[in-house]
Structures are given as structure tokens and as C-alpha cells.
């Protein structure tokens, strides 16, 4: 895409041919408002496109003959015969969806047995709420069309579009093409979708029908590619497979997320970029072997049907091989005017062919993406250049600011949220995405015949992969990184509205200067001082209650450099594992799980990557079994043992003591406690010895297990004391009292839902003597000695 901005930024100031703009609208506009109101929105737009049609044409037929109303009477035909095939066959498929029986069904929560096709490739289901219910087994999509169905053993006319929410194992392995009958339970479909039902399954996948061969040689090279990628480490091995064919079934969530909140998830999708990638390498070495125009298209064209074989040819991949060949042809024909019509013809073919694609984020982005690349990035490009920016740099700047200010209105509507750090987290990754590609996609066609090569290639790719973990774990962990913004349809018009102004006012001198002054000022106001001082983590930390949300996370150092014991790790990967490297923990001898709530073992897995581990301990409790499950399966999977606390227990390290001294009545545990006060009470409560004095590690024990505490006489006094529950109001009065802290560090997230921490708790704390200490206000909190006492550093919160 760069090269073909150089070869058009002399040129950007000719008029743009706009004539298939209007028919690409109507094609649009009609089937999103019919799968938003009704197949007969869908009719209303394609007549009024009609009309439209109509009266331009009889206009132009009565001008004078010229090249203007030439060109307006082409766009009148192709308007016209897009409103003819939107009045017409889309405007009957939404109809037959509308009305699809199984809509019906869906509403009365029948069973169901369905005979379908594989519509795509299976895609993880990675919701930590679903997979509470679901035993704590990955779940997975699978789009499927329907050939026939059977509700109450009575046939169900139905050929719609239904979704599957299926286990893990044996779906997962279904390929696009596979006949496949299923058994479940029916759900309606979201409003505003083509998809007429979700279903529940349960068992395996039944009477499965062969893949396309196609389909089977693209699998064995995925899996290929997988394999080679196993002499990367863990992060980079899962994110190579996803930036050449978006296979993400090996990439951490950690890593996801930060892609994800440092604006680079469209890395580890297909999209339109990746095609242009390939492609432009294939042309680039067509044309060194000095093969001819038509001969270089051909065979890039070849390479881009292999390419979308490979990944797979779905709707969401069809669209990213059209938006990509947009960029292919424009680079072929060497006309940048060719850009646009080649857009609105794709935006055209695809919305007729699937209207889904008119309520799909994934391609309004690619769409409004490459309008912004065609539009506006090269008259940037140019004015940058005017005023004496390199070239190169002015080009380098101009694409991905181009892409956020067209993009950052759709995210904001639908996500809720804006990428801050997007820009500059584009422009770091930029200069190895190509060669990664192109690297990653020869090992993958050489994975299968010569192995060894495929591996050679893939370390060679190892560098650049790991600048791209890199670079979104930085920009992602930066304060600020990702701002709430409003959702829905008002918050993305306010978005635009925002970058509309910000265009036009950027246009002025003044105004480019006041926007300068502006940000200086924010920068100095805004930023928390304790980002800048005082200094994190203070040398001489003992504790460090780690700012992990609406869960917990503890930090005790052992008196060894880089060494530190961990207790609980948090509702999610990432934070915790952040807090970790700002304190230069790599060696964990030992990991404390105080229970087997999700806020509290979440992000297990992103503290256990990249360190070395000891042991993960656990007390008498296995509730809930979806969790211990997991625990105990990644336990076994890195080799870190997997043992159980008993009462009495203690260990030592250089400047640090733990003693486990309750629960002092655990509860009889099968795993199938409820949810709640059994699984907290049976929390691991820990005294422990530190050079800043004693601290209670408390867990989420309750009013229950804090009586057994008081009643076994059990000495509790500590000078600091880790809040029990977050603060909850299910905490003893008299318990906060044996205790007498002088620091409580209550673990919790900002603006949750529970009302943690309890004013009154707070309140006894105080009163008390306490200094309380909180992580949704004070962020990351350390506790250091401070001539005999313990004193508070905070390091600010980090958003």
C-alpha cells in the first residue's frame, strides 16, 4: 500500500471517479436498514435509488453530450441496477430470513436436530462467564446453513443461517464445506442479524460428510504452520499463525487483549493489508524476473485465490481478499482513480452476495479503512511533503493517521472505547508486519515438504514477532492507553464529529499551534505526578498490593533480587503480570491461590509465562471445579507443581515467613459447592513475616471463617492487613480489631458493580487507626519499612 501511495502522491490532486459511490450507498444503506427494520426498509431504499436513477438519467439524456454527463449517466446505470438487484433477490433473501420457521422455534426454546453445512472455520469462544457454567471448557462458534431440520420429530422448512455455541472438543476440527448434523437446544439470534437461531449443542458433532479437499490440504498446512512455530516461545509461537492466516487458537488472552487495546487487532485477523502483503511481494518478484504487466497480474491473482484458500474462504475472508485486491489493482493499473470505483464495485459484490456484512464491524472497518488510505492519506501524504517532511516519513505518517481518524468513529460507536496509543503503536509495528508476512507465509507453504526449512524461516521471523509483543504490551500498559467513550449510534456520530473538526481546524496554522499547546498543557496537567515521581517501585518494597481490578493480587519479596512469592493473581490476564515486570520479578518460588474464584485466578496463566515458577499452592478448597480444572490443566501442562497448603505450614525465605493458619474449619469440598460465601470461607488465611512488619493475607474469608479465627484464639495481630473481600461488609467488627493494622490495603476495581469496598468497613478501619490504602484510587500500593513502622508508597492509578 505504501508503494502505491509513492507512485500516486504526484498525482493526488486529480478528481476522484466517484461513479459506483452512490450505488455502493444503496446496496448498503438497504440491507442494513432491512436486517435493522425489515425486509421492507431493504425494498424503500432500493426504489428510492431507483428513483434516483431515474431523474439523473433523464437529465443527462437531455444535456448536451460530454464527458460530465457521460460519466453521470454510468453512474446512473450502475445505481439503477443495484436498486433493481436490491428490490429484487436481497430484498427476498431478508424476507425468507425474516420469516426463516426456526425464528419461531428459536422463540419457544424448542429442541432441535439440524442437517447443515459449515459456513466457516470454528472460532474460540474465550468468555470467562460462559465458561463458569460450561465447566471451564473453551466453547466454540460455528456458522452453519441449514439443509433441513426436525423440531419435536416434525420437519422444519428451514434453509436460514444458524449458529452453533458447541464444545470445544470435535468442533473445533470441522472444516468449511462439512455437512454435519447437530442436536440442542434453540435460542433466538440477536436483532439485526441474517442469523435465524442460535443453537446450544452438547454432544459431539454427528454423521460428519467429508471436507473439500481444499479445505483438508489448507488444514494440514495450518496445522503445519503451527507445529514449526513450536521453536518460538509461547507468545510468539501463538501470534505468528495468527498474523499470516489468523489462526489465533495458540495465542495467549493476554496477548489478544493488548492487541486489542494498543489498536493492533487487525494484525491477528486477515484483512485487507494481508493480501496486499502477498500479493505485492509476488508482484515485486514477478516484475524482477522482468514478467510482463498482464503476466504479473495473473500470477498475483493466482496468489491471492491460494492465499484466501489457505486461510479460508468465509465471508469475512472473501471480504479481506476484495478490499485487498482494491489495493492490488490500483497498483497493477498504476491509476490511483481506479482505487474507488474498484471499492464501491467490491462493497457492491459483497453486500449482495452475504448481507450480513452490512451490520459487520470487521467490514465497516475495512471499508472506511481503505476509503481513508484512497482519500485522504495520500493528499496528506502530499501536504507533508510541501512543508519539507520527508518523503518516506510523511508517507509513514500519513497511512495509519489516515486509517485512525476513519476508523476511530466506528470503534468508538460499537466498543464503547478509543485506542489513544493506536497511531504510534502503527507506525512502531509497521516496518516489520510485511516482512513477517511474507516470511511467515513461505513457511507455511514449506512447512509440510521441508520442515526444517520452514523452522529457519520462522526464527528468522522471530525477532519482528517479538517486537510486535512488544510494542502492544507497552502501548497497551501506558496510562490512558484506552478511553471510555459513549456507545452506540450517538457516540460514534460524536466521534466523528470530533475528528471532522480536529481535520478541518489542523488545516489553519493557528489552529495546528493552539492543538500543540493544547496537548503540552494536558501532558503537564493531566499526567498523575506519581507517574513521574515519586519513582516505581521504591527500592525497599516488602508488599505490593498490584492494581489487578476487581480481584486480587499480592506481592511479597523474599529478600532476593528478581525473587518474590505471588498471592492470587487476579480476575484476568495481564494486569498482574504488568505489576510483576515493573518490579523486576522474573523467579516466583511460589504461587498462592487463596481460593478458586475467578477474581482470583483469572490471570494465573500470564504469571506463569516468562518466569520461572516453583509450585502453585492451593488450600482444601476445589470450587468451583470449572476453576480448579483449569488450574490443575496449566499446572500440568507448564510442569509446575500443583500442591496443597495444610494448616500449620510454614516457609521460609531469606525476609520472609508464611504461615498458613486457617481456614480453621474448612468445609467438606466434593467441588460442587455453591457459588459464594462456602467457596470464600474456605479461603487460605496466611500470616506472614516481612521487613515491613506482619501482614494477614485474608483472602475472601467471611464472617463465618473470621469467627473461627477469633474463637481458636489464634494470634491475628498484624501491623498490615490485606482487607478480606475487598472490603465487602461481611467482615467482623471485632476481627478488624484483633487484627489492629496500621495499613489495610483493600485490593478492588474502580467502579464495580459490588459497592466494595463497604463504607462502614472502611469506617471500623479508620476508626481504628488504620491508614487504608486502595487500588482502584492509589493504583499499584506498595508498603515499605519506614523506621520500624510501615509506610505507603502508591504508584498511581493506571488509567
Known amino acids: 500500500m505504501t508503494t502505491w501511495l509513492q507512485g500516486e502522491s504526484s498525482g493526488v490532486a486529480r478528481r476522484q471517479d466517484l461513479r459506483l459511490v452512490p450505488a455502493a450507498v444503496v446496496v448498503w444503506s438497504s440491507a442494513l436498514c432491512g436486517l435493522l427494520w425489515g425486509w421492507w426498509a431493504c425494498v424503500l431504499f432500493g426504489a428510492v435509488g431507483l428513483v434516483v436513477a431515474a431523474v439523473v438519467a433523464r437529465r443527462c439524456v437531455r444535456s448536451r453530450a460530454g464527458p460530465v454527463p457521460d460519466r453521470r449517466l454510468a453512474a446512473a446505470g450502475a445505481l439503477a441496477v443495484c436498486g433493481l438487484l436490491t428490490v429484487g433477490p436481497q430484498a427476498i433473501r431478508l424476507s425468507s430470513a425474516e420469516h426463516d420457521p426456526l425464528r419461531e422455534e428459536a422463540r419457544q426454546g424448542s429442541s432441535v436436530t439440524v442437517r447443515a453445512v459449515v459456513g466457516e472455520r470454528p472460532r474460540a469462544l474465550r468468555s470467562a462467564g460462559y465458561a463458569d457454567q460450561r465447566g471451564g471448557a473453551r466453547s466454540v462458534l460455528v456458522p452453519v446453513d441449514v439443509l433441513s431440520a426436525t423440531v419435536h420429530e416434525r420437519s422444519v422448512a428451514s434453509t436460514g443461517r444458524v449458529l452453533l455455541i458447541a464444545p470445544f472438543a470435535g468442533w473445533s476440527e470441522l472444516l468449511p464445506g462439512q455437512e454435519v448434523t447437530a442436536s440442542g437446544v434453540l435460542a433466538p439470534a440477536r436483532s439485526g442479524e441474517l442469523t435465524v437461531a442460535v443453537t446450544y449443542v452438547r454432544g459431539p458433532p454427528e454423521d460428519t460428510g467429508d471436507a473439500p479437499w481444499w479445505q483438508v490440504g489448507a488444514e494440514s498446512i495450518r496445522a503445519a504452520l503451527r507445529t514449526v512455530c513450536g521453536v518460538l516461545s509461547d507468545e510468539p509461537a501463538g501470534l505468528l499463525p495468527g498474523l499470516v492466516v489468523g489462526d489465533t487458537s495458540a495465542l495467549p488472552e493476554r496477548v489478544e487483549q493488548e492487541f486489542l487495546d494498543a489498536g493492533l487487532s487487525h494484525l491477528t485477523a486477515v484483512s485487507g493489508s494481508n493480501v496486499a502483503i502477498i500479493c505485492g511481494a509476488v508482484l515485486l518478484v514477478a516484475r524482477a524476473l522482468r514478467a510482463g504487466p498482464r503476466l504479473s497480474a495473473i500470477v ?7 492465499y484466501v484458500t489457505l486461510v479460508g474462504y468465509e465471508p469475512s475472508v472473501l471480504r479481506a481478499g476484495v478490499m485487498g485486491a482494491v489495493g492490488l489493482l490500483a497498483l497493477v493499473l498504476g491509476r490511483q482513480r481506479s482505487a474507488m470505483p474498484a471499492l464501491a464495485a467490491a462493497v457492491c459484490a459483497l ?31 502530499e501536504a507533508m511533503t ?42 512502531l509495528a509497521a516496518p516489520v508486519v510485511a516482512p513477517v508476512t511474507v516470511l511467515g507465509v513461505v513457511a507455511a507453504v514449506l512447512a509440510g515438504p521441508w520442515p526444517a526449512a520452514a523452522e529457519v524461516l520462522v526464527q528468522v521471523a522471530g525477532p519482528g514477532v517479538s517486537w510486535l509483543v512488544f510494542v502492544a504490551r507497552e502501548a497497551a500498559g501506558l496510562p490512558g492507553a484506552v478511553v471510555s467513550w459513549p456507545a452506540g449510534w450517538w457516540g460514534g456520530l460524536l466521534a466523528a464529529g470530533v475528528a471532522g473538526l480536529l481535520v478541518l481546524a489542523l488545516r489553519y496554522r493557528q489552529a495546528r499551534i493552539a492543538l500543540a499547546l493544547t496537548l503540552v498543557a494536558l501532558l503537564v496537567v493531566l499526567v498523575p505526578v506519581q507517574v513521574v515521581s515519586p519513582s516505581w517501585p521504591p527500592d525497599d518494597w516488602a508488599v505490593v498490593a498490584c492494581d489487578v481490578g476487581q480481584g486480587d493480587g499480592l506481592v511479597l519479596a523474599t529478600g532476593e533480587p528478581g525473587r518474590a512469592v505471588v498471592v492470587d493473581a487476579g480476575p484476568e490476564p495481564g494486569p498482574l503480570d504488568r505489576c510483576l515486570e515493573r518490579l523486576g520479578v522474573d523467579r516466583v518460588p511460589l504461587v498462592v ?20 515458577v516453583g509450585a502453585v499452592a492451593v488450600g482444601p478448597g476445589r470450587s468451583p471445579r470449572w476453576a480448579w480444572r483449569e488450574v490443575a490443566a496449566e499446572t500440568s501442562t507448564r510442569g509446575i507443581p500443583l500442591v496443597e497448603l495444610g494448616l500449620g505450614e510454614r516457609l521460609d525465605w531469606p525476609s520472609l515467613r508464611l504461615e498458613v493458619i486457617g481456614p480453621r474449619y474448612a468445609a467438606p469440598d466434593s467441588g460442587d459447592l455453591e457459588e459464594g460465601t462456602e467457596i470464600n470461607n474456605n479461603s487460605l488465611v496466611v500470616r506472614a513475616n516481612t521487613a515491613a512488619g506482619r501482614v494477614l493475607l485474608t483472602g475472601d474469608v467471611e464472617l463465618a471463617a473470621q469467627s473461627d479465627l477469633l474463637n481458636a484464639d489464634t494470634d491475628l495481630s498484624a501491623e498490615i492487613l490485606k482487607v478480606p473481600h475487598h472490603g465487602s461488609r461481611y467482615s467482623l467488627p471485632p476481627f478488624m480489631s484483633a487484627v489492629a493494622p496500621r495499613v489495610a490495603l483493600v485490593s478492588v476495581g474502580a467502579d464495580n458493580s459490588y459497592g466494595h469496598p463497604n463504607d ?9 487507626g488504620a491508614l487504608v490504602a486502595r487500588t482502584d484510587t492509589g493504583g499499584d500500593t506498595a508498603v515499605v519499612p519506614d523506621g520500624g513502622v510501615p509506610a505507603v508508597v502508591r504508584r498511581g492509578p493506571s488509567t
Open 351 to 381: 453486500v449482495l452476495y452475504d448481507p450480513a456484512m452490512a451490520v459487520s464491524m470487521g467490514f465497516a472497518l475495512s471499508v472506511v479503512a481503505t476509503a481513508g488510505l484512497v482519500l485522504l492519506a495520500p493528499r496528506w501524504s
Open 760 to 768: 462502614t468497613t472502611l469506617s471500623v478501619l479508620t476508626r481504628g
Open 300 to 306: 498475483a491473482g493466482a496468489a491471492l485465490v491460494g
Open 386 to 427: 510541501r512543508r519539507r517532511v520527508p518523503a518516506g516519513v510523511a508517507e509513514g505518517l500519513a497511512i495509519p493517521v489516515a486509517a485512525f481518524v476513519v476508523t476511530a468513529p466506528i470503534i468508538a460507536g460499537m466498543a464503547g472505547e478509543v485506542s489513544l496509543v493506536s497511531v504510534v503503536a502503527n507506525l
Open 593 to 612: 491461590l487463596s481460593h478458586l474464584h475467578a477474581d482470583h485466578v483469572g490471570g494465573l496463566a500470564s504469571v506463569l509465562e516468562g518466569r520461572a
